[in-house]
């Protein structure tokens, strides 16, 4: 593939995952010429459009996540919506990971309620407030594996 950036060719990481519904390619692309990064999943197998997981204990935690480039994330008890304009990236990812993403994300915002939005981000990771984490991809790739 080459870099749509600057043209230069550069190797794709390809990484499989397993899932009890199949099998899942994270592709990876780093451009070692410009620094370019892009990375998205291929799945052979189409979900529903919309995904629904409510997180109120730790161990939900772990829960993995197939986010495609064009999924849409929301997080509605703390008025959180990431789009794909946002994070236009695509991986496999805990739901741990996700809420430290979300937290980057917010911190570059300018908006008053973000420090309320962390701390209770930060709660949800001790078990102490539960969100419901909201998928939207209308190309079907995206799924929360339970
Ligand atoms: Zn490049």
Redesign the pocket.
């Known amino acids: 593939m080459n ?1 749509p ?2 043209g ?1 060719e550069a190797e794709v990481k390809r990484t499989p995952h397993t899932f009890r519904f199949g099998d899942v390619i994270e592709l990876s692309y780093s ?1 070692s ?2 620094d ?1 990064k892009f990375s998205d999943i291929v799945s052979t197998i189409k979900h529903q459009e919309d995904h629904e997981f409510y997180i109120n204990a730790p161990e939900k935690l772990n829960t993995r996540i197939v986010k495609s480039k064009n999924c849409i994330i929301e997080i509605p008890e703390l008025g959180i919506k990431v789009k794909p304009g946002d994070d236009k990236q695509g991986y496999v990812i805990s739901v741990d990971k996700l809420i430290d993403k979300i937290k980057t994300l917010l911190e570059t915002r300018n908006a008053p309620e973000k420090e309320y939005a962390i701390s209770k981000l930060n709660a949800v990771k001790t078990g102490d407030f539960a969100i419901t984490v909201s998928l939207h991809d209308q190309d079907k790739n995206s799924i929360i594996s339970i």
Do not use: V
Request: proline fraction near 0%.
């Open positions: 870099c950036i600057c230069y451009c010429k410009c370019f």
